[in-house]
Each structure stands twice: as C-alpha cells, then as structure tokens.
C-alpha cells in the first residue's frame, strides 16, 4: 500500500486560531516535513473555497496556488489535489497552470480531477449549480482537452461544454505521457465510466463493502471500454485519529470536537466529529487501524491517502502512524 498525506489549507476547519499571516508557513512545515521522510509519497490538498461542515469566516487556501508553492519548496514528495472541480477553471487554461507547476516541481504534479459537488460555494462565486450530468459530462470533456494538451501541446475540441481551437500549452509538463489523471468519485453510471477511459488512478470509498461494489463496476466499465482494470490504482481518503490507548483517541476526538465548536455550533461540531469517529477505519490504536486497512488492501485498495484533523497543533498522531502503521501496511 503506498501513502499520502493532506495537508491542512483550512477547509476542513484545520487552521482554527492560527494567525492567516503564520498559516502558510505551518503549512509549508507540514509539507517539507512529509517531504523529508520516507513514508510519504505524496501531499495533497482539497480544491474547495468555503469551510466544512458548514461556510465560516475561515481561511480556505486555493489549491492550485499551493501546488505551485509546494512545488517550489519541496524535492522529493508527489503534489496532489483531491479533487480539482472541473468547472472552477477553464480546463485548457488549467492544463496549462497544471504543466508549469510540473515543471516547477521537477515532474512531481498528480491531477486529482471530479465533477465538483460543494453547491454553496458554487453559487457563491458565480458558478451556477449545473445538473450533476452536465458537471460529468464537463469532467470527460475537460479530460481529453488535458490528454491532447499534454501530450501534444495544443488542444482542439468543439464539444457540448468547452470549444478550444488550437489552445497552445507549452511546454509540455515534464512527465512523459503527461501528469497522472486520478478520477475522484464513485457515481456509478458516469464517473467511474469516466475513471475506465481515462484515469490512472481512481478515488472513491474505502469501505469495504462499498469499495469491493464500487471495484465491480469499474472492472465492468474496464471491459466495456478496453481497458486494462488491474492498471487502474483504487485508492481512499481516510480521516485518521490516531492514539496510543482507546483513551488518548478519546481525547483526541474531544479535542477537535472543542475547537470545532468555537466557530460553528456544538450540534455541527458533535456531528462532524461523529461523522469521523463513525465512517472512518482509520480512528483508533494503531493495532485496530494496521487491522481495518489491510482487510481493504486485501481488497484492492493500493493507495490510502490520510487526513490528519489535528495536523496544524500537533504531529503525534502523524508520527504514530509512520512508526507503528506504514511499515505494517507496505
């Protein structure tokens, strides 16, 4: 099983009484921190403008920005967004932004790519709230606009979504064949059909039951389209709180759940922090957590990327897992 970490940007309420002026710096810590060791393959943030569970006054960082920051200040770590909207930026001005930040990195950029579903902050900015088959067919339109540009270096398409004519994308990202597609998301008649044609990593539950399903079809959306399903790296997101005894997760659970509470409402903080402790196989010791994610790589699961809630104040939990966990799951 190979391993990513998010890095906190503020989405998920992960920057709470840190001073915006010192945020950047935590996160650009974080980064080479996970950059410097050998567990981590890759970081990751979240492409989304307005805070969860509920929109807050909070900072939200723009993902793409940070890419190219990390780009410049990191060596070694792949950087990754999970998931970039496809309607949020015209997709050959983003395969552009995409190929000078690869060549920024060195080769190091992943394109984490979905149709988008955060209506708020949608019509927040403009956006509308399109049908989710429009938000999916601009996702596969969006796709093949990146494919050309990336690898020709220059896009053409007169589709029912995006029309670009000769959009010149040079030079190209530094990877051969283009940067990685990693397609976010489990809907089963269009994004994981999206995910067989183009992607070559998938994103989508890792519960196991929900996962062996969402598996069954991509295999059957493999055949159907020609291709290979066994090239196709499944990966999940974890929420992970980790600790030594039940008691210190406890603790941990209580700890986040009171700083969440100081800027949205107790029942929103309670019920997020029951969302995770609830859904999530990565909360617990780590003897209970080695346990619940090697029953889903036995099921295929070959990329588990992890979302540290306390990351910002406190690397411990982090630590826990690059010392008792990675090694058990490799």
Not at 138 to 154: H, N, P, S
Request: contains cysteine; proline residues 4%; negative net charge.
């Amino acid at each position: 099983m190979r391993f990513g970490i998010f890095i906190p940007q503020g989405w998920r309420l992960d920057l709470v009484d840190i001073d915006p002026a010192a945020q950047w710096g935590v996160m650009r810590d974080l980064a080479q921190r996970a950059d410097a060791g050998d567990t981590w393959e890759s970081l990751w943030v979240y492409d989304h403008f307005h805070t969860v569970p509920a929109p807050t006054e909070e900072a939200t960082h723009e993902a793409w920005t940070l890419m190219a920051a990390f780009a410049a200040t990191t060596s070694r770590i792949r950087l990754g967004q999970m998931c970039t909207a496809i309607s949020y930026r015209n997709p050959a001005y983003l395969a552009k932004v995409a190929a000078t930040t690869d060549l920024i990195s060195g080769g190091r950029v992943e394109m984490g790519i979905g149709g988008g579903w955060y209506e708020h902050e949608w019509r927040a900015y403009g956006y509308g709230f399109p049908s989710a088959g429009e938000r999916l067919g601009r996702l596969d339109e969006g796709i093949q606009i990146f494919r050309q540009a990336w690898t020709e270096g220059k896009a053409t398409l007169d589709g029912r979504y995006y029309q670009v004519d000769g959009a010149i994308v040079r030079p190209l990202p530094l990877q051969e064949g283009g940067i990685p597609i990693w397609v976010a998301g489990g809907g089963e008649k269009k994004t994981l059909r999206i995910a067989a044609k183009y992607a070559q990593y998938t994103n989508f539950s890792g519960a196991p039951e929900e996962f062996t399903h969402k598996s069954e079809i991509l295999r059957a959306h493999c055949a159907e389209v020609g291709t290979d399903f066994d090239a196709i790296v499944r990966s999940s997101n974890f929420n992970a709180v980790i600790g030594s005894t039940e008691a210190e997760v406890a603790q941990r659970l209580s700890a986040l759940q009171a700083r969440l509470a100081t800027v949205i409402s107790d029942e929103q903080a309670k019920s997020f922090v029951d969302g995770i402790l609830h859904t999530s196989p990565a909360v617990g010791t780590p003897e209970q957590i080695t346990e619940r994610l090697s029953a889903v790589g036995d099921l295929g699961l070959g990329y588990a990327i992890f979302n540290f809630p306390e990351a910002a104040y406190d690397t411990s939990g982090i630590d826990l897992f690059e010392r008792e966990i990675a090694p058990a799951l490799r």
